[in-house]
Nanobody
Framework: QVQLVESGGGLVQPGGSLRLSCVAS????????IGWFRQAPGKEREGVSC????????NYADSVKGRFTTSRGNGKNTVYLQMNSLKPEDTAIYYC????????????????WGQGTQVTVSS
């Protein structure tokens, strides 16, 4: 069974850090670009980051550039999103998604989505 599972979310104070994991089962992630997206209440789902297959090149939304880092694990089935200097506006449900055959991570071309993990930044 093909499945993506995100974990690592939680409640953190402003300025804190969290590391999200995206773990695949039933397939491996090495041939996919992996995107992280987030959706806050009442807002559209927006792209946060993307890591390409092969080269491992990354790109980030301007709102998280310099604070978030996405990377692949040593195995073939995990991708991470390290989030530092968190702000209240980062509060959202975070999702990972796979992209096969695309250069980056256009939301409409996602193959698989995880169920999401809640991140809440509040004092």
């Amino acid at each position: 069974q093909v499945q993506l599972v995100e974990s690592g979310g939680g409640l953190v104070q402003p300025g804190g850090s969290l590391r999200l994991s995206c773990v695949a089962s039933g397939f491996t992630l090495d041939k996919y670009a992996i995107g992280w997206f987030r959706q806050a209440p009442g807002k559209e789902r927006e792209g946060v980051s993307c890591i390409r297959s092969g080269s491992g090149s990354t790109n980030y939304a301007d709102s998280v550039k310099g604070r978030f880092t996405t990377s692949r694990g040593n195995g073939k089935n995990t991708v991470y999103l390290q989030m530092n200097s968190l702000k209240p506006e980062d509060t959202a449900i975070y999702y990972c998604a796979t992209f096969y055959g695309t250069r980056w991570c256009p939301r409409e071309r996602a193959d698989y989505w995880g169920q999401g993990t809640q991140v809440t930044v509040s004092s």
